[in-house]
């Protein structure tokens, strides 16, 4: 069954700090990895995409993604956290070349300390 | 940026009733989605509509729900008669030509709360 796991639901770091937020997924076939970003009161904005080629992605606001075939994870990172990161992150897969469904994960809470 | 407009951005409603959430997507796309999230759970897929009709449902999308563009500007979905369960975050989503899922915009959401 398709599916993508978010094992933390919440994390708190500290302004400045560097940030993963973990993400594996269940897809039979090989499939196009997202990060979303929601933040309080806004709709869910892309952050990166992944779809062939380079496993190590960038994004938008700083943040990078590696893809991990044989771990079937796809990690969000950034290196220094500022406090407007603060916000629910979104790990979703996609069937590749349509217009299909994505299935997301429960999401990630960050919190960012001053 | 080009943006994805819903409207209300919160509803209230008694258990029974009907529902329409409204959405209005970026003007040159052609795919438009439905997606709901209840309060702690996962963002779920409800439905997919290109060319005025159904591309693809999800088992949630029972006979209770409908969507509709019915002006060539909005993209509706309907809930027919409301239960306590249908409570969650509503999102619209569109994407443009040739984009798919590659590239959803999202609007930010109706909050459907049922008593």
């Known amino acids: 069954a398709q599916s993508v796991t978010q094992p933390d639901i919440h994390i708190t770091v500290s302004e400045g700090a560097s940030l993963e937020l973990r993400c594996n997924y269940s897809?039979?076939?090989?499939?196009?990895l997202f990060w979303y970003v929601q933040s309080p009161g806004q709709g869910l904005q892309l952050l990166l995409k992944y779809f062939s080629g380079d496993t190590l992605v960038q994004g938008i606001k700083g943040f990078e993604a590696e893809f991990k075939r044989s771990q079937s994870s796809f990690n969000l990172r950034k290196p220094s956290v500022h406090w407007s990161d603060a916000a629910e992150y979104f790990c979703?897969?996609?069937?590749?070349?349509?217009?299909?469904?994505?299935?997301f994960g429960a999401g990630t809470r960050l919190a960012v300390h001053p | 940026e080009p943006e994805v407009t819903q409207t209300p951005s919160h509803q209230v409603t008694q258990m029974g009733q009907e529902v329409i959430l409204r959405c209005v997507p970026i003007?040159?796309?052609?795919?438009f989605y439905w997606y709901r999230q209840i309060l702690g759970q996962k963002v779920e897929f409800l439905v997919s509509?290109?060319?005025?009709?159904?591309?693809?449902k999800s088992e949630i999308f029972d006979d209770q729900f409908s969507v509709e563009r019915p002006d060539g500007s909005n993209f509706t979905l309907k809930i027919r008669s409301t239960k306590l369960e249908d409570s969650a975050m509503y999102f619209c989503?569109?994407?443009?030509?040739?984009?798919?899922?590659?590239?959803?915009?999202f609007g930010s959401g109706t909050q459907l709360s049922v008593l």
């Open positions: 003007s040159n796309h052609l795919y």
């Open positions: 897809y039979g076939a090989t499939p196009y």
């Open positions: 989503a569109s994407s443009g030509p040739g984009q798919g899922n590659e590239k959803l915009f």
């Open positions: 509509f290109y060319n005025n009709e159904i591309s693809e």
């Open positions: 979703a897969v996609g069937a590749q070349g349509g217009y299909n469904k994505l299935i």
